[in-house]
């Protein structure tokens, strides 16, 4: 509505409401009029918006507004919201919202401690229209432009135009429905230009986006999106802002997207950008030929992380300066935590997360955070995986699809204590549940050079004996060996070609339906293995493997195991020192195929109807045991017994 057909409206309704008056189209003196602030301002004052403003005002912020319809802030008005302010919108959809149109201004002057806040009571999905800002800078919609929402114009030529500021504002319960193909969204910026100010901005359960940019040229900094079911960040009509720091929280299934471009490429700049699903779905949709140039990006839970809608070009979408690889999963180190809102006050905290997908820079985990391992978890070569003390990761039941894999070149680092170990473990933690812990390295083994492991098919061995992949302390494995094929199952931990660089002790590996820990070539050593009920054999090396263990505890209480060692293969002559082996059940203890063996130092076996089975016949004297070939007749109770009694670590649960 017009100036000054709202002025001439006010008036009407005005001489109706004096105390004292003739005629208001009299020219006769005695008119007592009882103010000359118009019907909105008077509204206002009495904490009501609703109405056009066509001047300039500062609202209260020790009054609750209650928005009960449309505000619009007309063409040369101010609207500026003190630090504190609430406004609460009425459920009632399309018909409730906030406009600022061009050639206007709002400045939301909230404060970390004291944010503005705009909500309607329950904060449900599409219980109100939003906040929505037309400016005159370029869109590719031309000059002039109307909006799908509310037909507002927006649109011009000057790209630094200024259509105020807005400085922590939390809103919540936006995306009231327009019709079949439109929705108001948390925040919509027609057009607006880059002197507009927008940070610290908080959109909670919106029905549709929680901000869209339709052209022009603002920048965003410092973005917290909950739970928006459409898209986190929307734009389209060649916007080419920048959106720096901004944390995306998805806890709610069937939203569509993290991100969605669409059309013209203006080439919008994202830098770090923090994603997290616990329900799945798309994280970065670009439709037509739009595109975006992101740096700083982590994605975690999200079934497919790019995806190019209608074919486009992917050096459209430039990620770390590299072109975008569907796949990637994108998760690497979060640049942006929920921690860094803590003005938000989100009713949302995730405390547990999906691990899913690949790894291809360095990624930590957070101890806080209980992770679901839904299927495979990759490490690729030059990722790095670093899970702190305490961390848990829950393996979901699903056999062989679930996995954590470290490949050639990739590494991990596993920073349990003795007091916080970290724990990969299904539910039930029963045998073959999951696929357990796989790593790959560049050591010698006498399957070759670049073999194909027989667990994933992944690529191992090299010339590089002093290979790093990483470091393992205090880890508890429990319920993995899920079976590949007839012949083949995952370990607790299968080791392959892995260097003598690399640093392993203090684990544990429980109820495992295949090995406890199997090395296949390689020089790596261990030190303090707890292997306990582990159906196939404790510890299983192959390939010429030429480390050493130290400290070795293996404990049978259930029937039907194959053995607590098994050697096979050619013999590079292993070394354990302090081996104790305990069954309650029988069974065979230390068994030896091909031309294997070892050199034992302080051994300890009790409870085995065999000690000693040279499986294949091969030669005793490769089996040294303290400074002895080894015998088939003797009991070996000769040691002394390694002492777990201060492994408290080694059970450790979810």
């Given at each position: 509505?017009?100036?000054?057909?709202?002025?001439?409206?006010?008036?009407?309704?005005?001489?109706?409401?004096?105390?004292?008056?003739?005629?208001?189209?009299?020219?006769?003196?005695?008119?007592?009029?009882?103010?000359?602030?118009?019907?909105?301002?008077?509204?206002?004052?009495?904490?009501?918006?609703?109405?056009?403003?066509?001047?300039?005002?500062?609202?209260?912020?020790?009054?609750?507004?209650?928005?009960?319809?449309?505000?619009?802030?007309?063409?040369?008005?101010?609207?500026?919201?003190?630090?504190?302010?609430?406004?609460?919108?009425?459920?009632?959809?399309?018909?409730?919202?906030?406009?600022?149109?061009?050639?206007?201004?709002?400045?939301?002057?909230g404060t970390e401690d004291s944010p503005v806040f705009m909500a309607s009571v329950s904060g449900n999905p599409g219980d109100w229209g939003g906040l929505t800002i037309c400016?005159?800078?370029?869109?590719?919609?031309?000059?002039?432009?109307?909006?799908?929402?509310?037909?507002?114009?927006?649109?011009?030529?000057?790209?630094?135009?200024?259509?105020?500021?807005?400085?922590?504002?939390?809103?919540?319960?936006?995306?009231?429905?327009?019709?079949?193909?439109?929705?108001?969204?948390?925040?919509?910026?027609?057009?607006?230009?880059?002197?507009?100010?927008?940070?610290?901005?908080?959109?909670?359960?919106?029905?549709?986006?929680?901000?869209?940019?339709?052209?022009?040229?603002?920048?965003?900094?410092?973005?917290?999106?909950?739970?928006?079911?459409?898209?986190?960040?929307?734009?389209?009509?060649?916007?080419?802002?920048?959106?720096?720091?901004?944390?995306i929280t998805h806890t709610v299934s069937g939203f569509s997207t993290v991100f969605e471009g669409d059309k013209d490429n203006g080439n919008p700049k994202f830098n770090n950008?923090?994603?997290?699903?616990?329900?799945?779905?798309?994280?970065?949709?670009?439709?037509?030929?739009?595109?975006?140039?992101?740096?700083?990006?982590?994605?975690?839970?999200?079934?497919?992380?790019?995806?190019?809608?209608?074919?486009?070009?992917?050096?459209?979408?430039?990620?770390?300066?590299?072109?975008?690889?569907?796949?990637?999963?994108?998760?690497?180190?979060?640049?942006?935590?929920?921690?860094?809102?803590?003005?938000?006050?989100?009713?949302?905290?995730?405390?547990?997360?999906?691990?899913?997908?690949?790894?291809?820079?360095?990624?930590?985990?957070?101890?806080?955070?209980?992770?679901?391992?839904?299927?495979?978890?990759?490490?690729?070569?030059?990722?790095?995986?670093?899970?702190?003390?305490?961390?848990?990761?829950?393996?979901?039941?699903?056999?062989?699809?679930?996995?954590?894999?470290?490949?050639?070149?990739?590494?991990?680092?596993?920073?349990?204590?003795?007091?916080?170990?970290?724990?990969?473990?299904?539910?039930?933690?029963?045998?073959?549940?999951?696929?357990?812990?796989?790593?790959?390295?560049?050591?010698?083994?006498?399957?070759?050079?670049?073999?194909?492991?027989?667990?994933?098919?992944?690529?191992?061995?090299?010339?590089?004996?002093?290979?790093?992949?990483?470091?393992?302390?205090?880890?508890?494995?429990?319920?993995?060996?899920?079976?590949?094929?007839?012949?083949?199952?995952?370990?607790?931990?299968?080791?392959?070609?892995?260097?003598?660089?690399?640093?392993?002790?203090?684990?544990?590996?429980?109820?495992?339906?295949d090995d406890g820990i199997e090395f296949f070539g390689g020089t790596v050593s261990a030190s303090n293995l707890y292997l306990e009920n582990n159906a196939d054999d404790s510890?299983?090396?192959?390939?010429?493997?030429?480390?050493?263990?130290?400290?070795?505890?293996?404990?049978?209480?259930?029937?039907?195991?194959?053995?607590?060692?098994?050697?096979?293969?050619?013999?590079?002559?292993?070394?354990?020192?302090?081996?104790?082996?305990?069954?309650?059940?029988?069974?065979?203890?230390?068994?030896?195929?091909?031309?294997?063996?070892?050199?034992?130092?302080?051994?300890?076996?009790?409870?085995?109807?065999?000690?000693?089975?040279?499986?294949?016949?091969?030669?005793?004297?490769?089996?040294?045991?303290?400074?002895?070939?080894?015998?088939?007749?003797?009991?070996?109770?000769?040691?002394?017994?390694?002492?777990?009694?201060?492994?408290?670590?080694?059970?450790?649960?979810?």
């Amino acid at each position: 509505m017009k100036k000054s057909v709202f002025k001439i409206l006010n008036i009407v309704t005005l001489c109706f409401v004096t105390l004292t008056f003739t005629n208001c189209g009299s020219e006769e003196p005695g008119i007592i009029i009882g103010g000359t602030d118009s019907l909105v301002i008077e509204s206002l004052k009495s904490g009501i918006m609703n109405g056009n403003l066509d001047e300039d005002f500062t609202l209260n912020s020790s009054q609750i507004y209650n928005l009960n319809g449309s505000f619009i802030i007309e063409p040369g008005a101010t609207l500026t919201i003190p630090e504190g302010t609430r406004i609460q919108a009425l459920d009632g959809g399309t018909s409730v919202y906030i406009a600022v149109l061009k050639g206007a201004k709002i400045n939301v002057l909230g404060t970390e401690d004291s944010p503005v806040f705009m909500a309607s009571v329950s904060g449900n999905p599409g219980d109100w229209g939003g906040l929505t800002i037309c400016g005159d800078a370029t869109t590719t919609a031309g000059a002039n432009a109307e909006a799908e929402v509310g037909g507002f114009i927006y649109g011009g030529a000057n790209d630094a135009d200024n259509s105020g500021s807005i400085s922590y504002l939390v809103i919540e319960g936006t995306g009231a429905q327009i019709n079949p193909d439109s929705q108001y969204n948390g925040v919509s910026l027609y057009a607006v230009g880059a002197g507009t100010t927008i940070n610290n901005v908080a959109i909670i359960n919106g029905k549709d986006d929680g901000i869209e940019f339709f052209g022009g040229t603002v920048s965003v900094s410092n973005l917290f999106l909950e739970n928006n079911a459409d898209d986190s960040i929307d734009w389209t009509e060649g916007w080419n802002g920048t959106v720096t720091n901004a944390y995306i929280t998805h806890t709610v299934s069937g939203f569509s997207t993290v991100f969605e471009g669409d059309k013209d490429n203006g080439n919008p700049k994202f830098n770090n950008i923090t994603a997290v699903s616990s329900v799945g779905g798309t994280a970065l949709q670009f439709k037509k030929q739009s595109g975006a140039t992101i740096t700083g990006l982590s994605l975690t839970g999200y079934d497919t992380s790019i995806d190019m809608k209608d074919g486009g070009d992917l050096t459209n979408v430039l990620i770390d300066g590299v072109a975008a690889d569907p796949s990637l999963s994108y998760t690497s180190t979060a640049l942006v935590t929920a921690a860094a809102f803590n003005w938000v006050n989100s009713s949302v905290s995730i405390t547990t997360l999906p691990l899913q997908g690949t790894v291809a820079s360095k990624v930590i985990l957070d101890a806080s955070i209980k992770y679901v391992l839904n299927s495979s978890y990759i490490v690729k070569a030059g990722g790095e995986l670093v899970i702190p003390a305490g961390t848990k990761i829950e393996a979901k039941a699903d056999g062989t699809a679930v996995y954590i894999a470290v490949l050639k070149g990739g590494k991990i680092d596993i920073q349990g204590t003795e007091s916080n170990p970290v724990v990969m473990a299904s539910v039930a933690s029963s045998p073959g549940d999951w696929g357990g812990l796989t790593i790959c390295g560049d050591a010698t083994t006498t399957a070759g050079a670049n073999a194909e492991a027989e667990v994933g098919g992944f690529i191992y061995g090299g010339t590089n004996d002093a290979d790093n992949s990483g470091s393992i302390k205090y880890l508890v494995i429990k319920g993995t060996g899920a079976q590949i094929n007839s012949d083949s199952q995952y370990n607790g931990i299968s080791l392959y070609a892995v260097g003598s660089g690399t640093t392993i002790e203090n684990v544990s590996v429980i109820d495992g339906k295949d090995d406890g820990i199997e090395f296949f070539g390689g020089t790596v050593s261990a030190s303090n293995l707890y292997l306990e009920n582990n159906a196939d054999d404790s510890v299983d090396w192959t390939e010429g493997w030429n480390g050493t263990v130290t400290n070795t505890y293996i404990s049978h209480t259930v029937s039907g195991f194959s053995t607590a060692f098994e050697g096979d293969k050619d013999n590079n002559n292993p070394k354990f020192v302090n081996l104790t082996a305990i069954s309650a059940v029988g069974g065979t203890s230390l068994q030896f195929k091909k031309t294997s063996g070892a050199t034992i130092t302080n051994i300890w076996l009790e409870g085995y109807e065999k000690n000693i089975d040279m499986k294949d016949g091969g030669d005793l004297a490769s089996v040294i045991i303290d400074g002895v070939a080894a015998s088939t007749t003797a009991d070996y109770k000769t040691g002394t017994k390694v002492d777990v009694s201060t492994w408290t670590w080694k059970n450790a649960g979810l």
